[in-house]
Every structure is written in structure tokens, then in C-alpha cells.
């Protein structure tokens, strides 16, 4: 496919690096692929760029005298004219591929948290000053960002700023998130045209998973003492509580809890049953409401109040200091809470993927593994 540009009567074209066939061209659009929308996106992308050009040109009373090639240089390539403001005070020039990359996320089929943590992670890679510009898209800086997300601290609250507790640095887990969101950015521009090559195409093996394995949960005794802590009524704590101990009975994700009605449920003789898209994956999870989430559900009139994750997070630090438990609470942790105490009551691990709405059974594998311990045990009973 081409862009066709008439400039003083005479037709140009501009390869867009797109090749359908005739039968998947219909009503100006390409159809019947399964990467139609991504091959649309990028043909409306560059029509844009050459409407931009053209009205810039009409503004300026220079129409007439359009040079062709430059037209197509700055179609297949960002404006370097153009300035904007992206992050922290820097004015960032167009070719600049962190522009682009900003631009593109908020265009992406990604839930509102994802976008987040893509924008994060642009905002990384324009810190690091390693790959600022497309031509500097090569493993060596690939590197270089990597060598910099090793350096970057994990946050300190105040209470551990004044204790002076140790600085500690994001874990390769953490790492490897912020590569993955730059590796689909630039996949999506492989895909557009505006590179020839991914350089993390080249790595494959190179940057490193981190410990998926470990999991945070509580036991029993950890939820119960959280459980029966006293707790003014109508106080935040109380709310990000009862929130939490939700979580360890449904094993809902975070965004999927705010998302959850009591009108959403469905009756089936006397179980109360709810499932739904969840909001990160759109993956089905399916669930029974037991008595103690269904409670807690109804103090609040059927819908738990709207929280910020953060504010959770730092609510739960004061809870398990309060109960003296030592691990790092979030609200992540009761899923994993949930997921673990179904397990080690006799849940086949395949009913389990389902109530968590996981896409594949080895997310929910990690879960038995930690629980090999609790497996072993069980040994002493065929003693």
C-alpha cells in the first residue's frame, strides 16, 4: 500500500510498508487479518503525518513550492521541528523516540494500570539518557538501560527514611518489567515502520526472569490476628482492613475488588456466586462469595469504597506492624493469601487457576511450590 501526495500537479507515493491483498481491502479500510487493526493504525498514523505537513505548509504560504522528498522524510520520520514538554522541565525534540513512545501508549489495548507502568517506564528510559533517539537503538545501550534500572532505590516511607534503614534497589523481577514494556513499544514501531530491527530481538535470554517463585502470603494465624484486630469503625484503617481480608477470601486482584457489585452476583440456591472479565487480562475468573467476604460486602453496601492502591499499601505497613507480622503486606498479598489457602485445602490446583482468572495453570503452579513444605508434611500422616 502507498500514500499517494499530489504537489503542483504531479502524483508522488510513499511506501507504508504495508501489503495486503486486493480481497482485504474494503470500504477504505484493510479487513479480514488478524492484524488488521495494527495495519490500520499504522496506514492512519502516516496520513496523519502528511495532513500535518500539508497544513503546515497551507499556514505558512508555502504550498506551492513543496519539496516532495522532504515531505516523505518527515512522513517516515518524527518531525524535528516540533518541540514538546514531556517530563520534569526537559523539552524533549520530536525525533526524539521517547516523544513517539508517549504518544502511543495511551492508544494501546491495555487496562488504565498497564498504561501506567508504560509510562513509567518511558519516563526510566528518559532518565537513563541511553536510547533517547532511534538511531541510538542498539544492544550496547540496551545494556546500559539495564545496568541503570539496577540502580534505581526501592521507596522509603518516612518511619524508614528516620530509622535509617538500608537503601535497597528494585529486584530483577521489577527490572525485567521495565524492559518488557520497552521491548512492545518498539515492537509496535517495528511494526509501524519506524525501525528496521528490535534490539531485543537480539537478547533473547538476556534479561533475566528474576524470582517469580517467591510468594508473599499469610497464614491462618497471620489473617485471623488481622482479622481480630480492634479497629476504630468508620477510620481508614478500618476500611483498607476489611478490604484486604476481602481479598484473602476471593482472591480478587485490586482492581478487580473495586470493580465487584453485590448486584453483579448471581443466586444458585443457596451459594452466591460472582465472575467477571478480569480489568488486566480480560481473562474469565470465577468465584463462590463466602460468608465472611459476603459480610464485610454488605457494611459497605454492597460495593467497596474507592481507595487508592497506594493509600491501601501504606495503611497495610501500620496493620502488620500492629500485629506484629513481619512480612511486607500489599494488597497483592491477599491474593496470594487466597490462593494459598485454597490450595492447602484440598482445591485442585486447576479450580484454583480458574478462581484467579490466570491464562495459563504454571502462573498458578508457583503457588504449589511454595507449598512443598506443607506437602512434605503430609507424609508424616501416611506414617
Known sequence: ??????????????????????REWKCGQIMNRQDCDEMNERVKIMLKRVDSIINERMKDGTEGSIDFEEVRRLVRSPDKRVKRKIYNGNVLDADDMTVWMQDQIPMLDVARGTRKHYKVSVVALIESGTMRKWSELTVENVHRFDEFLHRIKKHQTDAEVKAKKPVEYIGQATVRNYHKDIKALLARALKFGLIATNPYDRMKGEIKRGDKETVEFLTDDERERIEAMTITEGTMLATVRDMFVFQCYTGMAYQDMLAFSLDKCQRDG???????????????????????????????????????????????????????????LTTHVGRHTFATWALRNGVPIERVSKMLGHRKITQTQRYAKVLAVDVYSEFDKLK
Not at 460472582?274 to 463462590?288: E, L
Open 270 to 328: 443457596d451459594k452466591l456466586t460472582y465472575s467477571a472479565p478480569r480489568i488486566k487480562t480480560g481473562v474469565w475468573f470465577y468465584i463462590q462469595v463466602l460468608p465472611k467476604a459476603l459480610a464485610i460486602a454488605e457494611r459497605y453496601g454492597g460495593r467497596l469504597p474507592n481507595v487508592a492502591d497506594q493509600t491501601c499499601n501504606s495503611n497495610l505497613k501500620t496493620i502488620a506492624t500492629a500485629t506484629g507480622i513481619t512480612k511486607r
Open 1 to 22: 500500500m502507498e500514500i499517494r501526495v499530489t504537489v503542483n500537479r504531479r502524483a508522488y507515493y510513499i511506501n507504508t510498508g504495508v501489503h495486503v491483498r486486493a
